[in-house]
């Protein structure tokens, strides 16, 4: 089905493309939030990317939980970790949420180590704090 729809969008702009195809698979699959990895980006500007991505989600709760810990060790990712972590944010916000507060499990195909090193940091004190903290979107 997505084949055929690119076909018959062969004249419009890639922008098009893109639009339908990630419509058409939201369909197909249920509501799932797309962002796509940028060809040619430098490490800084995946980082700027991920950073306001983690910040603008479709819940609070998760704006926090993912801001915090990408402040805190977003840095200290490996690529091949932060292709995990884009991956996870792909997610619904609703699935996600219950995943890091261990409400439900995160399907297999997740990194384990990465879904626990998430969950420590919503579990960790100086998370309770910032979950306090309106600060947190300053800056």
Sequence with gaps: MLAALALGLRSRSRMAIVSALSSAASVEKGFHATFFRREGETREQRMRRLKY???????????????TFF??????????????????????????????????????RFDR????????????????????????YIG
């Design 113 to 136: 180590a990465l879904v626990d090193r998430l969950r420590a940091h919503v579990e960790s004190d100086p998370m309770r704090n910032k979950r306090k903290d309106p600060s947190i």
């Design 53 to 67: 991505q983690t910040e603008h989600r479709g819940i609070v709760e998760n704006e926090l939980l993912l801001a």
């Design 71 to 108: 402040r805190a060790h977003g840095e200290s990712l490996s690529p091949a970790e932060l292709d995990m972590f884009e991956d996870i944010l792909t997610e619904q916000d609703q699935d996600l949420f219950k995943w890091l507060t261990r409400k439900t499990e995160a399907p297999e």
